[in-house]
């Protein structure tokens, strides 16, 4: 989607290493949604943000949605192997339809 | 918690063939549907949107003639890819909106090949 870019591309950590997801929106957004995916894979829900400043933890990943509601973060603490994948911000702009960001490919090095 | 069972899971057509792929809302209603191609290392792209009883909406570039959807109920939409080629091959998935969750619940995929 052209509203919403996702950033980095691609990202390779040691395992143990923290890192960060971002996701931008060029419009004000009504939801913002992570999802994990092994390609050709469905997708894994990770979290929902809806409430500009709001932040979601689940084991070792944190989602914040910055006050604007334009922009989101995904955080894992001490990332492992598991972890590794490729991540999805998806945007709902008008409670209907969801455009996703290009992706984030994790590969998490042992 | 809310399922969306898409099927099949796998087809391998001969080019020129039709091939349907079907989405259901197993345990909640959904008036409307979306459906997604994925191509490799690429993000989903939202290809139409299936809306119960009416036309479906598709997304600028997308054929309508060559991606038929069908949303004749609250629980079923149907993709069709009418004379398959080769390009069409891809990775296609569903998502339902669930109004009562405020969420959307993703189908497991269906990957096509066409030979």
């Known amino acids: 989607s052209q509203e919403l870019e996702q950033s980095p591309q691609s990202l390779i950590v040691q395992e143990g290493k923290n890192l960060t997801i971002n996701c931008t929106s060029s419009?004000?957004?009504?939801?913002l949604y992570w999802y994990k995916q092994k390609y050709g894979e469905g997708l894994i829900f990770l979290m929902m943000?809806?409430?500009?400043?709001e932040e979601k933890s689940h084991e070792k990943i944190t989602a914040k949605l910055d006050e604007k509601k334009q922009q989101s973060s995904l955080h894992i603490t001490a990332s492992q192997p598991s972890h590794a994948g490729i991540y999805l911000c998806?945007?709902?702009?008008?409670?209907?339809?969801?455009?996703f960001g290009a992706g984030t490919r994790l590969t998490v090095k042992p | 918690g809310a399922v969306v069972s898409q099927h099949p899971s796998r087809v391998i057509c001969k080019s020129g063939t039709s091939v349907k792929i079907e989405c259901r809302s197993l345990?909640?209603?959904?008036?409307?549907m979306f459906w997604y191609r994925q191509f490799p290392k690429q993000s989903l792209m939202l290809m139409a949107t299936?809306?119960?009883?009416?036309?479906?909406?598709?997304e600028q570039g997308v054929e309508k003639d060559k991606f038929l959807i069908n949303h004749a109920s609250l629980t079923l939409s149907t993709l069709t890819v009418t004379s398959a080629h080769p390009e069409d091959s891809s990775f296609y998935i569903c998502?339902?909106?669930?109004?009562?969750?405020?969420?959307?619940?993703f189908g497991s995929g269906t990957r096509l090949t066409v030979v």
């Open positions: 998502s339902a909106r669930n109004e009562a969750a405020s969420g959307y619940t």
């Open positions: 419009k004000t957004l009504y939801g």
């Open positions: 943000l809806q409430k500009g400043g």
């Open positions: 998806g945007a709902a702009y008008n409670n209907n339809d969801m455009r």
């Open positions: 345990d909640f209603q959904a008036t409307t």
């Open positions: 299936s809306n119960e009883g009416s036309k479906a909406t598709y």
